[in-house]
């Protein structure tokens, strides 16, 4: 029992970043609809780009992060223009299919470029841990805690207080009534998804400098994300944040008693169970058929 | 539904003298993949496209399959020509648990589930290492000890029939599926599900059956793998067979028999094709599904029944081939 608080406080560190890596999949699977699996893909490109950025150009943490931010964005921006929109209101199948084709363009021309060794990216805060009475953290994750919490009340502000949020969410509820009032729905589209490729990319830098970035993680990375959408509940910004939180802290007590190797089960367990009874995940009142 | 068979009829005999003809050992064994592959795909188009809903989770009855004859024969020593059916059963009991629980959803929730139960078997198969030897896999899953006295090539001859007989019994049993009460009723229930219901179909029945039946013929196709490549390891469950499999049935063209097939021999034919172009392979193989979807949303078989349809002129009465590009979606 003395460990629990360690066990706790790792599982809300972990279930932070799970809920920021999930957080681009809640805007694209949540809101828009597209069961993107190349989700994790788009989170390994920010972290390798991040790499790249650090390491061979020599800017410092926060000018690659804005560079990854701005070249990401401009690819998700382009991906729904030439790609999503084609394939819009014909179901899903369509578009995981085409996901999954970018998934594997994306992390086989990655593993061409850059190969399979784990990239290090330099943290801005490094140093060595902090002692919080029986709880021990290091300086890189708190600093990463507080970057999360940071892009997650960002994004919420968006989408909750400014004109673009308004009109994003009014295009996801019915898109038809939204162009007439003046929306341009294609833009807003395009938007949204750019907006979830950069929260994805920025996850992947950032916690490219807790760990290391490897081109193989992507696959990995889309389920936990998927895992914690479902958890949430789709489209729900706050169910993303406490399903995030939710699976760390169980991954987290899981591994630390009962057994590690199967820490990744309980992920997949949760969310069968959630959709089994309560489909709309935990913390979404509305029922709203699929 | 005719073309369909009549076409079906004609590939399974060019198969059958496929090996009297030709005794290169490496085309042989890629035509056993393709048949392999062939009937994983229609197993697969039964559930995609006959009961129209997206399945992510098909390689937990391909896993299930393989591990049940690796099992069997090694840990019982049970002969192949019982373990591959022993596979197939015990691969459509896990269709019959897995679908009375993943049936009730729909859309992306049914995607999503679909894919955690094959991530959890993974993760047993992964885990579980008393039983399954875990990360190891089981090695030397036994050959059928005729074999041994006789040459590769006669070996490679004896899997093809083995695949042969496999891919023509599924392509019977999906036929006659299809053309049954019940086949019919899954595309009622598939087109709308309102109207299907407000005529008496049950919907979850109709959508089982298509399911486990579906898993059963992954199930035996499991068990051949196991046994023709002597080795099965948790790798059966990933995503990446899944991915193949998918490929095959939304290129070859969904709700239809013989698009399957056409997906099997493309696919398996592009991916030995692109090893020319080695690491760029599987980037190129990407761009060609992106381009695919974008470009014959319908898979081959609904460009080529378009192309029919079109020349055969008649705008008063179209030709009801399932091949319904959208779902239509409930509401």
Known sequence: MELLPQFIANGLVIGSFYALSALGLTLILGMMRVVNFAHGELYMVGGVMGWWATTRLGLDFFSGLLLVAVVLGTFGWLIDRFLIERIRDQGEEPGILLTIGLSIFLANTALLLVGTAPLKIESPLAGGPLFLGPIVLTKARLFAVAVSITLMIITYLVIQKTRLGRAMRATFQDPMAAKLVGIRTANIYAGTFAMGTVIASMAGMLLGSIYSTQVSIGGLVSMKAFVVVILGGMGSFAGAIVGGLLLGLAEALWGGYVATGWVDIIGFILVILTLLFRPYGLFVKRAERA | ?331
């Open chain 2, 1 to 331: 539904m005719k073309i369909q068979r009549n076409c079906l009829t004609a590939f399974m005999l060019l198969a059958a003298v496929l090996p009297f003809v030709i005794s290169d050992q490496y085309i042989l064994h890629v035509a056993i993949i393709v048949m392999f592959y062939a009937v994983l795909a229609t197993s697969l188009n039964l559930v995609v496209g006959y009961v129209g809903e997206f399945s992510l989770g098909h390689t937990a009855f391909l896993g299930t399959g393989a591990y049940a004859a690796a099992l069997l024969s090694t840990q019982a020593g049970w002969p192949m020509w019982a373990t591959i059916p022993a596979a197939g059963l015990c691969a459509a009991v896990m269709g019959t648990i897995i679908g009375a629980i993943t049936l009730r959803l729909h859309g992306p929730f049914f995607v999503i589930i679909t894919l955690s139960f094959s991530e959890v078997l993974r993760l047993i198969a992964n885990n579980w290492v008393a039983v399954t030897k875990g990360p190891m896999g089981i090695a030397g899953v036994p050959q059928p000890a005729f074999l041994a006295q006789l040459d590769n090539l006669a070996g490679k001859h004896f899997y093809y029939a083995i695949a042969w007989l496999l891919l023509a019994i599924a392509l019977y049993l999906a036929y006659r599926f299809v053309n049954s009460n019940a086949g019919r009723a899954a595309v009622a229930v598939r087109e709308n599900r309102y109207v299907a219901q407000s005529i008496g179909i049950r919907p979850l029945n109709y959508s089982m059956m298509a399911l486990v039946l579906g898993a059963f013929l992954s199930g035996t196709a499991g068990g051949f793998y196991a046994h023709y490549i002597s080795f099965v390891g948790p790798e059966m469950f990933r995503f990446a067979f899944m991915v193949t499999m998918i490929t095959m049935v939304l290129i070859g063209g969904k709700g239809t028999l013989i698009g399957p097939l056409v997906g099997a021999l493309l696919v398996t034919f592009l991916e030995e094709y692109l090893r020319e172009a080695q690491e760029l392979r599987l980037s190129l193989f990407g761009l060609i599904v992106i381009a695919i979807v974008l470009f014959m949303p319908n898979g081959i078989m609904g460009f080529v029944t378009r192309h029919r349809e079109k020349r055969a002129q008649q705008p008063a009465a179209p030709v009801s081939m399932p091949v319904t590009g959208t779902k239509r979606r409930s509401v």
